[in-house]
């Protein structure tokens, strides 16, 4: 009888044994997808601060819609949209766009490398990279459309070429004199270095039958005279060219 007892004694144990390893199994991976969860929020809270909505999928804005939401545009919407302004004379000997109209929206895209004669750049209605004239006090509404198939990152400084591999790498914290000068100066809506900083644009697949495309606003009042300058943020692309300037006249 006392062998009987010991044998389901033994059952018993074994069989609590087994519980508590699956419990301790199940406790586990809750634990790990609770812990994946909070890294991944943390990531996309850095990512929000960082670079707008549009990190970490496309966000609800359209042409008219704030700045830093990501939206899509497709051919057809493309094709409605880029047609030169009233008030805009585009001047291809010169490569010039001429504003004339105190606020104006400019279709800026960012062309595929395989564009002849060209590698990464910015096409403002059938020019590379154009100088953009304005008036002092104009209001441009730029919408960038990455017609590329590899990421763009959109941004307008008073910072001049030439540039370095990372662009803003010089002036992230700003001088500690001028708030709006570097990356911290612009986040507290300073008006120095970085007059607006747009999301990453991620490209599109050559190979896709409805071709869509990443786009986002960005837009600026130019109240100062001077040398304005729309470049792409991706570490090498305003080093090799992308960018153009914008001449504001007083």
């Not at 999928?57 to 899509?72: D, H, K, T, Y």
């Not at 766009?97 to 096409?123: C, H, M, R």
């Not at 960005?218 to 005279?225: A, C, K, M, N, Y």
Request: hydrophobic letters at 40%; aromatic letters at 10%; charged letters at 10%.
């Amino acid at each position: 009888m006392a062998a009987q007892e010991m044998r389901i004694m033994e059952r018993i144990d074994t069989g609590k044994a087994k519980s508590d390893r699956g419990f301790a199994s199940v406790t586990t991976i809750v634990s790990v997808i609770i812990i994946a969860v909070l890294v991944f929020a943390a990531i996309s809270a850095a990512a929000f601060v960082m670079y707008g909505s549009g990190i970490g999928g496309f966000g609800s804005g359209g042409p008219g819609g704030g700045a830093n939401s990501i939206f899509i545009v497709n051919n057809t919407s493309f094709n409605r949209m880029n047609s030169v302004p009233a008030g805009v004379a585009v001047n291809n000997s010169s490569n010039t766009i001429n504003v004339t109209s105190k606020s104006v929206t400019l279709i800026v895209e960012a062309a595929p490398t395989w564009y002849p004669g060209q590698g990464d750049f910015w096409l403002i209605y059938g020019l590379a990279n154009p100088n953009i004239v304005i008036r002092e006090g104009t209001t441009v509404h730029f919408v960038f459309i990455n017609m590329d198939n590899i990421t763009h990152m959109p941004a307008i400084t008073t910072n001049s070429p030439p540039y370095s591999y990372m662009p803003m790498q010089g002036n992230m914290m700003g001088s500690g004199t001028d708030s709006g000068s570097g990356m911290m100066g612009y986040q507290g809506g300073g008006n120095g270095s970085w007059l607006a900083i747009g999301p990453m644009l991620p490209g599109t697949s050559a190979n896709a039958n409805d071709q869509a495309y990443a786009a986002s606003n960005l837009t600026v009042t130019f109240s100062s005279s001077g040398n304005y300058y729309y470049i792409c943020l991706i570490p090498g692309h305003a080093q090799m060219g992308m960018y153009g300037e914008i001449s504001v006249q007083g």
